[in-house]
């Protein structure tokens, strides 16, 4: 049995190779992280670069278009990042090869990302020129009290960028069926305010080249507009390559008739109707708007829409990630030179005539599907008839900019876009 006094000697020396390892320990733990945190901070220093190039460098196919599309929409969210990267890496990072790497990267991504917003405040009082122009300086004093009130303030609510817009609560009723060309079921979706009423109508048609998308596609927009005291009806129309043009357009026609047909079912105000889409579905509005006479439309609106089919055959984007030709050629069912006379049917601009519905086009300066300045040409073709056309382009956005509904570009556009049709269907 140990004496008290090899205990004690024991015990000294327990503690001493106890204090010894916990030191070790603690250097290691300080080692790991002094090498792991800049690391991972170099890491999310080059993500966040490469997402904010592509507000600068066009998308070359169509699986990188979506970055394309959401970088500048994005651009505060990043800014946020690359702030927070910088400032860790200044707090937590010892002076060396990688504490300049990840600096040189945060500040050059943090550089790119404020393009958007820079650019932003001239871009809007751009815009507000030109609805001042076209509607008068006094525009929205001709709009009621109570819908001046519920619009959105400002052209750029940054909280909402991070937080989102959440309309009110609407009334929707999905997958209403208004036909069934070819034993296809065509469906409409409803979105209204909670009230029963009759109310100012816009009816939306949805892009996707014609060959995919649902009337629920945008359902953010729809139940937006619903909750500002409208009703929106959000159509369907079959899809390329199956069924080819001229079938979209007599969808369209047969949707109109039925809304027409049972304006009180659907609570519309058959006096004040405007038609609008995007993309694809923004061809159709333009070509049911000017060449259709079912419904006396008070506004059209265009977002980022093709017009002139042969050009846009010919004229393409570099990079061009959705292939256009490809998409006209399923649309149509060949090319330009192939069917000349159908290319000419199909496109909006052939049918400008004086006494046209006012049009609000907007367009998006970097789009790589549709070029803007096609929606630039058709304003001057359609003011030289003596019709109102206002063309709004944002110099940073993309071809669907406003997929992000709560992003830079479609906050500009929603401001807007509430504005022109406040005015166009005010209760005169």
């Known amino acids: ?35 792991v945190l800049p690391l991972i901070l170099l890491l999310l220093s080059t993500v966040g670069l490469f997402l ?45 090869w990688l504490f300049c790497l990840i600096l040189i990267g945060s500040f050059l991504g943090l550089g790119i990302n404020t393009l958007p917003l820079i650019q932003f405040p001239r871009t809007n009082q751009q815009f507000a020129t030109q609805m001042e122009k076209n509607l008068g300086q006094d525009y929205l004093q001709k709009v009621a009290t ?7 303030p400002s052209p750029l609510i940054l909280i909402d960028v991070f937080r989102g817009i959440t309309p009110q609560t609407v009334r929707i009723e999905r997958e209403v069926q208004f036909a069934s060309p070819d034993d296809t079921p065509l469906t409409l979706n409803t979105y209204r305010p909670l009230k029963v009423g009759k109310y100012p109508t816009v009816i939306t048609i949805y892009g996707g080249a014609w060959r995919q998308g649902n009337p629920s596609n945008n359902e953010s927009f729809s139940c ?14 079959r899809h390329a390559p199956k069924y080819q ?39 159709l509005a333009m070509l049911a708007a000017y060449s259709l006479d079912i419904i006396p439309f008070r506004a059209v609106v265009n977002y980022y829409s093709p017009v002139n089919l042969t050009n846009g055959y010919y004229d393409l984007p570099f990079p061009d990630p959705i292939d256009v030709r490809a998409v006209l050629r399923n649309f149509l069912g060949g090319t330009p030179d192939e069917l000349p006379e159908l290319y000419h049917q199909a496109s909006p601009r052939n049918y400008i005539r004086p006494n046209l519905p006012p049009s609000l086009l907007i367009y998006a300066g970097r789009d790589h599907v549709v070029k803007a300045k096609f929606g630039k040409k058709l304003e001057t073709e359609l003011q030289a008839q003596g019709n109102m056309a206002i063309f709004l382009e944002i110099p940073w956005a993309e071809h669907a900019f406003d997929a992000i509904f709560s992003g830079v570009s479609n906050q500009l556009a929603l401001y807007y876009t509430e504005r022109f049709l406040a005015w166009a269907l005010r209760d005169s």
Do not use: K
């Open 146 to 152: 109570g819908t001046h009130t519920l619009m959105r």
């Open 224 to 237: 937006y507009l619903a909750s500002q005291g409208y009703s929106v009806i959000a159509i369907d129309y």
């Open 245 to 283: 043009f001229p079938a979209q357009l007599e969808d369209v026609q047969t949707a109109l008739s039925y809304i027409q047909n049972h304006a009180d079912i659907l609570e519309v105000d058959p006096d004040r109707i405007a038609i609008m889409g995007r993309s694809a579905g923004g061809h």
């Open 52 to 96: 904010s190039l592509w507000i600068l460098i066009p998308a070359p196919n169509r699986s990188l278009l979506p970055l394309g599309v959401i970088a500048s929409e994005v651009s505060p969210w990043l800014i946020g990042i690359n702030g927070i990267i910088i400032l860790l890496t200044v707090s937590l990072v010892s002076f060396g």
């Open 1 to 35: 049995m140990a004496s008290s006094g090899e205990s004690g000697f024991y015990i000294f020396w327990l503690v001493q190779l106890q204090s010894v390892f916990y030191q070790l320990s603690c250097s290691t733990e300080i080692m790991t992280l002094s090498l």
